[in-house]
């Protein structure tokens, strides 16, 4: 455990950063600006669109969380295929992060609305199966796409989180008698997940930033009912400040939980 000395000292460094001019500046100038907003604003139209607001956060929400939990799930084995697998299972887990990385969201999104699924009614039986209420809808194709930028991006971080676990640890739990499973539940991947945590805190304020684009695909998340209300008020501002704010709000919250965990995992010898 670190020593309660240093850990006031980290503390105080902090604090003191956040002192500088420069710093002290900028924060008086945002203040100065929403405190314009909100006083010289027009907001009548927000208690009208508050329902439908909570509804946009929600749909929000789900998208980052569902995509951030499911593209995990797909990085760990990409990663562990670049690692340790063999070339028929490490070529195609680089290849396929590549190929994600290398292409923009927003083309990966209209190639599965408009393209993959302009073809589902097309095929027999689809139309009577019980996905078509599913497949029909926007929103499962917004959800895959954020899902497979993600596990690509995050394949890529887990690839080098495993590659860097130090081989010491896992030949002392092999020497312990742990089965290979085993090493790799208890010991590989549990330090290549702390190893990874900040990075990973930071592709996932990027997620959040890129869920807006599923509102181009007809889903109604916080940016689409944001984009309502400018085309039904004519107002720019006052809708796109507050979007701003509420980003800033859920981006902060992020960052603490991230922060939380990083904390409540041990970290010596790391």
């Known amino acids: 455990m670190a020593h309660p000395a240093s850990t006031m000292i980290d503390r105080a460094a902090r604090t003191s950063l956040w002192l500088k001019p420069h710093r002290i500046a900028l924060i008086a100038i945002a203040v100065a600006l929403v405190a314009s907003a909100i006083i010289f604003g027009r907001w009548d139209w927000l208690p009208n669109y508050l329902p439908r607001l909570g509804h946009g956060v929600v749909v929000t929400l789900a998208m980052l969380f569902g995509s951030a939990a499911l593209g995990f799930l797909f990085a760990v084995p990409l990663g562990l295929a670049q690692v340790t697998g063999p070339f028929w299972l490490k070529w195609p887990a ?5 190929v994600i990385r290398g292409t923009p969201l927003l083309l990966q999104l209209w190639l599965l609305y408009y393209g993959l699924g302009s073809l589902f009614p097309s095929i027999p039986g689809i139309r009577s199966s019980f996905l ?3 497949l029909r809808e926007a929103w ?4 895959a796409a954020l899902t ?7 394949g890529e971080v887990m690839r080098g989180a495993f590659a860097g676990v130090p081989s010491g640890e896992l030949q002392a739990g092999r020497a312990f008698g742990m089965s290979p499973f085993k090493v790799f ?3 590989w ?3 290549a997940v702390h190893r990874a945590l900040p990075t990973l805190n930071g592709e996932t304020v ?3 930033k890129s869920t807006p684009l599923v509102a181009t695909i007809t889903v109604v998340d916080l940016y689409g009912v944001i984009s309502r209300v400018r085309q039904e008020t004519f107002l720019t501002y006052e809708p796109l ?3 701003a704010a509420i980003y800033m709000l859920l981006t902060a919250v992020l960052v603490i939980l991230f922060r939380y965990f990083e904390n409540r995992i041990p970290t010596r010898g790391v």
Do not use: D
């Open 132 to 134: 078509w209420p599913y």
């Open 94 to 98: 680089a290849a396929f992060c590549t």
């Open 148 to 154: 497979i930028s993600f596990a690509a991006y995050e």
């Open 241 to 243: 400040l507050l979007l």
């Open 185 to 187: 539940r208890r010991i």
């Open 206 to 208: 990027l997620q959040l």
């Open 140 to 143: 499962p194709y917004g959800l």
């Open 189 to 191: 991947l549990p330090r």
